[in-house]
Nanobody
């Protein structure tokens, strides 16, 4: 079983930046071979895909709404995945979750992800 813990959320003004971290524990050798993704859920809305990355750090995928502003990366030696969020907008306000995939490649489908963290809140003020 893999446990994921997100951190780095907070309150930021529009145009600002935050870096989220997702630390894995438990079967960390396994998570090094898993794709990892970030999803977000705003109040009253469905959870949506934000970004994902393959086990090797290649083939990153992004939702259209965050392309050019967000960047996903990972450090397998530290069992950590990052989401650098720049040029934040009020519509980026949500609870952000990281998730480990059943597969080694990146994916945007929620059903491909086996383990989920508890989330970290990001609030962007206008």
């Amino acid at each position: 079983q893999v446990q994921l813990v997100e951190s780095g959320g907070g309150l930021v003004q529009a145009g600002g930046a935050l870096r989220l971290s997702c630390a894995a524990s438990g079967r960390t050798v396994t998570v090094s071979y898993m794709g990892v993704g970030w999803f977000r859920q705003a109040a009253g809305k469905e959870r949506e895909f934000v970004a994902s990355i393959s086990w090797s750090g290649g083939t990153p995928r992004y939702a259209d709404s965050v392309k050019g502003r967000f960047a996903i990366s990972r450090d397998n030696a530290k069992n950590t995945v990052y989401l650098q969020m720049n040029s934040l907008k009020p519509e980026d306000t949500a609870l952000y979750y990281c998730a480990a995939s059943y597969y080694s490649d990146s994916s945007s489908a929620k059903g491909d992800f086996a383990s989920w963290g508890q989330g970290t809140q990001v609030t962007v003020s206008s």
